[in-house]
């Protein structure tokens, strides 16, 4: 079944590149004639001006034509989302966790000096959580309490986002659920799927090892699988979390403990669907209304290149601990591929005002050499309304941002959140956007930009559309 989905996938994703390559083509083709009847009017005068009603009405069909093949394709959108709250008892303020360390014995004092350094520049409050197994000295890191956390973090957000939707986990056809560090047998994805007795005929998929980026990845599984099943699928669930209890490093290489420092418990569920009713196990499934609607998902990666493949990456220390090494300098390549991935989508996400004002500020730079030495960039805060970025710190979310020429209030969602959850790996987007929601700041008509980057190095960037207006919540 897998290996026939795989395929299909690929087919629909060769189909939609011949499609937007055919986009192409009669564009350059337009262009071409639109040419053309100018050097003809110039040519032979005043009496060939009719001639200019050709690129006119090639511009309009053309138009009409794109705006026909995009009603054709389906489109894909979130009906509602839910993020969870750990317990209060498990909440860690940043007193007690330096204390914890310190009465480890695992640690020795550079280390313990090392994390209490990283932890108090971090930006984290005294609200975020970690699980029970971690409250515990030792830490308690077996395999039984990682399930348990997963139950702790799976269940409660799923009951949630069931509830707010209506939906039935009977109705879900497919079901994504990624998590780097953890891959236990059964998978987590099965994990779910038994606890709500899904269908025989439900497609489950568990992602690992794809770090912050993985939430951004399965949203582009559940799409590409709802496209393709269009007819019979009506609904796929994204859950994103990060199992703690096994990621715990113990030992005392400086550059596996930042990711004690820095991560924390949380888990997102969102629920994603298709336009128009679908036909499943013989029953007509009446739509549930859409809160968002996914504008455009894109992928890239710089895998190839060595030095972001080793920026982030999990080995055996000296001693033979496992840990999760963070590479130096890894601000620094998250806004590099954000921001090359960004210029190459410029022509594609950037208003025709902003595309306007660079092409414009390019000329002038061109024609005055004083000029040629500075750099230019388009304003991508004109690229969407809000933004939501990888929660990877206060010191390297202030970074990336000014590396994308974003301001403050473009940041805030990501700061905020950071502060008072600390990183929650995939789940983190998804927290930025109930922030947003909850301050009141996404209103009908806004579009939303979440920036994933995840190991490899691997980036997704996704464009939502707010559809419906909603009352804010308190945050």
Known sequence: MYAHTGMAMDILAHREHLVSALHGVLGVAVLLACLFAEVLVFVMGPRAAALYLVPVSLMLLLLFQRRAAAGITTSTGLVDFSCVEPPRRLRVPVAKMLEHLRLLDCFDDGSVELMSRTIKASGMGDEAYLPPALHYIPPLATHDEAIREAHMLFFPALDDLFAKTGVLPSDVGALVVNCSGFCPAPSLAAIVANHYRMPSDVRTFNLSGMGCSAGAVAMDVASSLLRLHAATMSYAVVVSAEILTVGWYSGKEHAKLLLNCFFRSGCSAALVTTNGSSRVRGAVLVPKPIKYRLLSLTRTNQIADDRSYR????????????????????????????????????????PWQEKLRYAAAMLLRSLHPRRRGQELRPDFRAAADHFCLPAAGEPIIVRMGQGLGLGEREMEAALATFRRFGNQSAASLWYQLAYLEAKGRVRKGDTVRQLAVGSGLADVILLFVLILSFNSLNF
């Open 311 to 350: 920026s982030g990456y999990r080995d055996d220390d000296d001693e033979g601990i496992t840990g999760f090494t963070i590479g130096r300098d890894v601000g620094r390549m998250f806004g590099a591929v954000l921001r090359a991935h960004l210029v190459t989508l410029g022509p594609s996400v950037l």
